[in-house]
DNA sequence: GATTCGATCGGAGGGATAGTTA
DNA sequence: TCTAACTATCCCTCCGATCGAA
């Protein structure tokens, strides 16, 4: 353990950005840095790569819609660089992420786009929930994640 | 200034991104979380007498149904034993809290009555925004909180 | 009148599934 | 023709502003 001074802007910053009372800035500075726990060891543990399911608090609150949003937007601000392949994944004829939003709306109808929230991505939305598993899978493969990571984690994210 | 603590790796992660010689943790810590200008704030009472407010990452992905259920929810963890009090919320015909459904929906029609996360309460849940907000008044009030923190938080807490 | 209360109903959102296409 | 994948219609639930009743 380490103790760093720092400015009071910076330690409102990081007030501002707690996702559980009583959380520690260890634990806020990791997330927002995007350091998984790696630095310890590497788990094959699902909650350490996918570290939002530790916060069961936030999801319980939430439906598949919201959960399907904030998964895309954990997964852009963990790999802002790579984010971007994910365009490529598109039906036969509806693109299912773009830029923006006429992009979405010009490849179909009713296709629902919303924005992947803090980031400049809009993913359509009128899927089944199936269909939302299999796009989820879809982005983490492509980010490279594994499969059997990637199924373990949407067993617990999504409601079935 | 602020002290805090953090791990190890968080620390080596910082002086990893060290740019100048003696660089400050504030200011790494400034350009890795991508905070430019000085916006020094100053922490709020309200966000120390109601600690979900240190939670907008949760709130920020709750419609206000959510959030009204939500600050029950912690109203009720809060204050268990007292809790019992908010039964006595009531107008002239509906009942607005009660310990089963039943009661609710006899009250009055098309209520639509959700149950307290993780409490035994029932809430009526067919209102207006305003009434919401005059409902958690109440709660709080009964529960022995000040009116001008009551309405600074619900004026944080519940959406326009 | 003025104000509060109730609950109807328009609108949005969610997503299963029927229908279509490859 | 059959099957698998994809689309988007459409029903249902949820939300809550608004208007009529008290």
Redesign the pocket.
Known sequence: MKTIVIDDDIYAHLLGHTQEIGESATSILRRLLGLNTQSARTSSDVQETFDFLKLPELFRHM????R?LFILSWAFRKHEKDFAKVVSI?????K?FARDLETLQK??????P?QIPDSPFWVI????????C?MLSDVFRLLGYQPEDISAMLRIAL?P
Not at 90 to 94: L, S, Y
Not at 107 to 112: A, I, M
Not at 125 to 132: D, G, I, L, Y
């Open positions: 439906n598949n819609s919201q399907f598109e039906g036969n004829r509806r299912y490849s179909g109808s009713s296709v629902n919303r939305t009128n899927n089944s929930t199936a269909k939302k299999e409601r």
